[in-house]
């Protein structure tokens, strides 16, 4: 379908977003960063999040030439504050009492890196609104150990989907890929082209 002149490489450890950018049937590597997100400070949720997507990028392209860099990464955001991986099965246990009957934010950055070193960013933001959840099905979840690799402490594609009463925008980006956007951009970018018969 579509045919591509750069190396693409994905700078990511996620196994899911390896799954979705392989869908674009294209070649690409891996190779991932060692950054600490933490370090990076701004002044909005969207800046930081593209500040973390950009630090990760920046990071696998001092290690690899003449390859185009895609890397990401996604957040929940809950009246403001920011939810992260919850590290204990208190904080899932939070996380999860927080976001029962309410709507949150999940935003996914997408940093691309060119081979000339050429950066663009973007911003993909989608509502989720979860159901009123009972304490009962919180703790089964949270034992269940799928929270504990994921922004906000669930797993829309696992599990997680029984929490979830409706999205309003792309399911990929929280998934941890907003794949059809990505798509476009490398396209705008002449990344990548439609392959001609
Ligand atoms: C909200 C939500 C998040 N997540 C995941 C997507 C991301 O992988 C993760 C957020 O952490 P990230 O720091 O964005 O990504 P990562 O640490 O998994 O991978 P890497 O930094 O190497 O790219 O949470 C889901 O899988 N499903 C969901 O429904």
């Excluded at 450890?13 to 950018?21: H, V």
Aim: glycine content about 6%.
């Amino acid at each position: 379908m579509f045919t591509t002149n750069h190396k693409l490489v994905l700078a990511s450890a996620s196994p899911r977003r390896k799954e979705l950018l392989a869908m674009l049937a294209l070649p690409f590597d891996i190779v991932t960063s060692e950054v600490e997100e933490t370090s990076v400070q701004a002044a909005t949720m969207q800046d930081y999040v593209k500040g973390v997507a950009l630090l990760k990028t920046r990071d696998v392209a001092k290690k690899v030439d003449n390859a185009t860099i895609i890397g990401a990464d996604t957040i929940v955001v809950f009246n403001n504050e920011l939810l992260h991986k919850p590290t204990t099965r208190e904080e899932a246990i939070s996380h999860l009492t927080r976001l029962s009957g309410a709507r949150h934010a999940v935003m996914t950055a997408v940093a691309i890196i060119d081979s000339k070193g050429q950066e663009t960013t973007f911003v993909e933001e989608t509502t989720v609104v979860f159901n009123e959840l009972s304490q009962e099905l919180i703790e089964a979840y949270v034992a269940s150990g799928d929270p504990f690799d994921k922004a906000g402490g669930y797993g829309i594609q696992t599990a997680g989907t029984l929490l979830v009463k409706r999205i309003e925008g792309d399911y990929n980006n929280v998934v941890g890929l907003p794949l059809a956007a990505l798509f476009t951009q490398l396209v705008a970018l002449q990344i990548i082209q439609f392959a001609k018969e």
